[in-house]
């Protein structure tokens, strides 16, 4: 089974540029996530879509972050305009059923190790 | 508000010796919790789950709720084991379910 794919792996830009990740989640994982790992702490849930929808956005800053995953399958997560304090490693995982559940793990990709001068 | 704490950042140990990570919760509903481990140059990956009580690569742990606390446990570790290990909370929350994870701790087998 192929695992869930991110691009790009690195990214270096300046602050008050523009940024996009993209991810493809394994076939058939009807929930995708968005997790941010800022360096020394673990994975924050930024959003997460079951199929099309989005279920939960609670902690995704609106001003600047949006995510989208059209057709219920690949996602794109963007940060416009980016802070310094965005740099940190985004995490695209999926599971096959909603919320995660013992018989419904995440599954995660390799992530995109973000840096902002 | 549901929490994961993880009181070591890093934990060293000698292989063959005993190794016991910390993980406490805090969560008014009942808890689902897991342990995700990432080694070196690979992905995030799921360890093990309570509900299951399984045993994966020799690590067990047990969920104890009177001290709210989910302990990563191998009696003798290897060099392998080396890797950051993440415990981490189902809770429900916003219409759905959610994982919240702790802020991990790097396990180091010393040869």
């Known amino acids: 089974e192929a695992g869930v794919a991110q691009s790009p792996r690195y990214k270096i830009i300046e602050k008050r540029q523009s940024v996009a990740f993209w991810c493809n989640p394994i076939?058939?994982?009807?929930?995708l996530y968005w997790y941010q790992q800022i360096l020394g702490q673990g994975p924050k849930l930024l959003i997460q879509?079951?199929?099309?929808?989005?279920?939960?956005d609670s902690q995704l800053p609106k001003d600047r972050f949006s995510a989208e995953r059209l057709k219920g399958v690949d996602s794109t997560l963007k940060i416009q305009p980016a802070k310094l304090e965005d740099s940190a490693v985004y995490l695209c995982?999926?599971?096959?059923?909603?919320?995660?559940?013992?018989?419904?793990?995440?599954?995660f990709g390799n992530g995109t190790r973000l840096t902002v001068t | 508000a549901q929490r994961v704490t993880q009181p070591e950042k890093l934990l060293s140990v000698f292989k063959g010796a005993p190794v016991e990570l910390k993980c406490n919760y805090s969560?008014?509903?009942?808890?689902?919790l897991f342990w995700y481990v990432q080694y070196s140059r690979q992905r995030l990956q799921l360890l093990l789950r309570?509900?299951s009580r399984e045993s994966i690569k020799g690590f067990t742990a047990d969920l104890n709720k009177g001290e709210t606390s989910f302990h990563l446990k191998k009696p003798f570790a290897q060099e392998e084991d080396s890797a950051m290990y993440y415990c981490?909370?189902?809770?429900?929350?916003?219409?759905?379910?959610?994982?919240?994870f702790g802020k991990g701790t790097k396990l180091s087998v010393i040869p």
């Open positions: 995982a999926s599971s096959l059923n909603e919320g995660a559940s013992y018989n419904s793990p995440l599954h």
């Open positions: 076939s058939g994982h009807a929930t």
């Open positions: 879509f079951q199929n099309n929808g989005v279920v939960d």
């Open positions: 969560y008014s509903g009942s808890p689902e």
């Open positions: 309570h509900i």
């Open positions: 981490a909370l189902r809770y429900s929350g916003a219409g759905s379910y959610q994982l919240t």
